[in-house]
């Protein structure tokens, strides 16, 4: 199973992103997509998830601002991002949940400046 996301970069306070993260493989049923994001120093943390029948959930800190979807036919997540803060500066990672097994993305880098 191949777990990729893409969509990360460099952006002003007050922007946006839009990543995306597609799972692919011998992947025959994919239940709990989420992204996680780690900052340098920190742990990682859960920033959105949703489930298969589209329950969604947030952390705090991203709730009004992020806005988790998925496309099932093509095993996709994505993470629309919108009035970013600086501290929303990480590195982003897509887990996949598939067959009650987790796969990691590589991460891909936010940075929002001030």
């Known amino acids: 199973v191949q777990v990729v996301e893409s969509g990360g970069g460099l952006v002003q306070t007050g922007g946006s992103l839009r990543l995306s993260c597609a799972a692919s493989?011998?992947?025959?049923?994919?239940?709990?997509m989420a992204w996680y994001r780690q900052a340098p120093g920190k742990q990682r943390e859960l920033v959105a998830g949703i489930t298969g029948g589209g329950s969604t959930n947030y952390a705090d800190s991203v709730k009004g601002r992020f806005t988790i979807s998925r496309d099932n036919a093509k095993n996709t997540v994505y993470l629309e991002m919108n009035s970013l803060k600086p501290e929303d500066t990480a590195v982003y990672y897509c887990?996949?949940?598939?067959?009650?097994?987790?796969?990691w993305g590589q991460g891909t880098q936010v940075t929002v400046s001030s």
């Open positions: 887990k996949v949940i598939a067959t009650a097994l987790g796969y």
């Open positions: 493989g011998s992947i025959f049923s994919v239940n709990y």
